[in-house]
């Protein structure tokens, strides 16, 4: 079969489209086997890629098939297919399906891949299959966070232009908040597009310090930038009005990112340093500690989020019913190709994606 080949760590230049690659033909249990259509990037693919976290993400060996959120036509149930009783992912030969990666982002780009049942569900009639991997990919984690949030809060997104923020956007609207601000380099986007009451460009203004936010706080942030608690503290240390409700009128910092966007780990220790104690720590401290929830809100990182398949089927039913829309980058889908694999991960790389970054299979 065909797949895109990442052949070391580093450069995009390593990435290569091979035609003889060994289609997959032990399926385990859990698994199942797809003809791929289409392939959504996210920062994980861009990550092991750079190998920066190769001792604790990185594939087994060398060379290996990038990519992990995908849609494709399921081809061969392995050990799922049995009769309807025993059959949990309720799947069948020829049903399309999405699926967000479980085990690692890696495998999808190829013509044929393995996907795990855990994180699957079926694409409907009209939502295409590029489409449904970007919803996989991203809507899934949205519509988990947007989950968090109350009706008629006042709700600020940093980072709302990416793959998670642009369907948060609508998914939120979805959810009754009586105003959302978004930030992203292209505001005007988010305010055409993407549901938004109001949007600014954070290269032309910092949005922790908008007077008119101060003056009406907003009850809940959710940075999907990177950094923008340390900031919040630096704002609070040098005695300014935050733009967020402290802890003890209710506000709340939600995050899926880590301080540094593209962070550099190599052993155990300093990824439960990363991972666990230092988001356990603040979030032990929003809570407890007098002084800071009367300055600062709850921090809360929300990394793991409902990784089942519920989600999935909520995601591609709101999709039908024309209720959430898959955002996929104006540059894409790129093409199943050496070019198309480089551009698309150097599109990931740059962090200045609207949306999904998505390359189709079926195009060359």
């Keep these: 079969m065909k797949a895109i080949h990442a052949v070391n760590y580093g450069s995009t230049d390593n990435l290569?489209?091979?035609?003889?690659?060994p289609k997959p033909t032990d399926i385990p249990k859990g698994k199942i086997l797809i003809r791929t259509e289409a392939v959504a990037l996210a920062p994980g693919d861009a990550r092991v890629l750079s190998g920066k976290t190769k001792e604790l993400q990185g594939p087994p060996s060398m060379p290996y098939i990038p990519g992990g959120d995908c849609a494709g036509i399921v081809v061969d149930m392995g050990n799922e297919g049995q009769p309807e009783k025993d059959n949990p992912a309720g799947y069948n030969v020829g049903d399309r399906v999405a699926a967000r990666f479980v085990d690692g982002p890696r495998g999808a780009l190829a013509e044929y891949a393995l996907v795990s049942t855990k994180m699957c569900g079926k694409v409907p009639d009209g939502v295409s299959s590029t489409e449904a991997a970007a919803l996989a990919s991203s809507a899934t984690i949205a519509l988990s966070l947007s989950k968090r949030i109350k009706a008629n809060e006042r709700v600020l997104i940093l980072g709302a232009g990416g793959g998670v923020g642009s369907h948060l956007?609508?998914?939120?609207?979805?959810?009754n908040v009586s105003f959302i601000a978004g930030v992203s380099k292209n505001p005007k986007r988010l305010?055409?597009?993407?549901?938004?009451?109001?949007?600014?460009?954070?290269?032309?203004?910092?949005p922790l310090t908008v007077e008119e936010w101060k003056q009406n706080p907003f009850d809940v942030i959710i940075d999907l930038a990177s950094g923008s608690w340390t900031a919040l503290l630096a704002l609070r240390d040098r005695g300014e009005k935050l733009v967020i409700k402290s802890a003890s009128e209710g506000g709340r910092f939600l995050t899926l990112s880590l301080d540094e966007p593209w962070y550099e780990l190599h052993s155990i220790w300093p990824a439960l340093r990363t991972f666990l104690f230092v988001p356990l720590w603040r979030a032990l401290y929003s809570r407890i500690s007098l002084w800071s929830r009367s300055s600062m809100p709850v921090?809360?990182?929300?990394?793991?989020?409902?990784p089942d398949n519920e989600i999935m089927e909520e995601t591609m039913t709101l999709a039908k019913e024309g209720k959430l829309k898959a955002c996929i980058d104006d540059n894409g889908p790129f093409p199943f190709t050496t070019k198309g694999a480089r551009d698309a991960f150097d599109l990931?790389?740059?962090?200045?994606?609207k949306g999904k970054v998505v390359i189709d299979i079926f195009s060359d």
């Design 299 to 306: 921090f809360t990182f929300a990394f793991s989020l409902d």
């Design 16 to 21: 290569h489209l091979q035609t003889d690659v």
């Design 169 to 175: 956007c609508q998914l939120l609207r979805l959810r």
């Design 191 to 206: 305010l055409q597009d993407l549901s938004c009451d109001q949007a600014i460009d954070y290269t032309v203004q910092d």
């Design 348 to 353: 990931q790389n740059s962090r200045h994606i």
